[in-house]
Nanobody, 128 residues
Framework: QVQLMESGGGTVQAGGSLSLSCQAS????????MAWFRQAPGKEREGVAV???????YYVDSVEGRFTISRDNNKNTLSLHANSLKPEDTAMYYC??????????????????????WGQGTQVTVSS
């Protein structure tokens, strides 16, 4: 049984930092592309950062330079270090694993439907 368990969410003031962690079990992360998605109330789920099974990385423009995604295949963990947090980063953050990843002319196409395993999510709230 595949399980992804997120931890590390919380409330932080604007400009602060948080580190999220995702522990995977029942799956070999090295075979998957791993990602962090987020979803704010009333908005669609958005791919925030992806690390492919070849360790290439993608970031959505709004977090480029502030967030860092990393994976440890030996420990079956995925991490997201978020710095310089803004109120607009407030959302439920989800860890996801998938085998499909489309890169078209250097542009990453990150779609929730391409990721088949999901965690329950961890809330990140950034106060102004």
């Amino acid at each position: 049984q595949v399980q992804l368990m997120e931890s590390g969410g919380g409330t932080v003031q604007a400009g602060g930092s948080l580190s999220l962690s995702c522990q995977a079990s029942g799956v070999t992360p090295a075979k998957y592309h791993m990602a962090w998605f987020r979803q704010a109330p009333g908005k669609e789920r958005e791919g925030v950062a992806v690390v492919s099974n070849g360790a290439n990385r993608y970031y959505v423009d709004s977090v480029e330079g502030r967030f860092t995604i990393s994976r440890d295949n030996n420990k079956n963990t995925l991490s997201l270090h978020a710095n310089s947090l803004k109120p607009e980063d407030t959302a439920m953050y989800y860890c996801a694993a998938g085998r499909l990843l489309e890169i078209n002319l250097g542009r990453w196409i990150v779609r929730p439907q391409d990721f088949e395993h999901w965690g329950q999510g961890t809330q990140v709230t950034v106060s102004s």
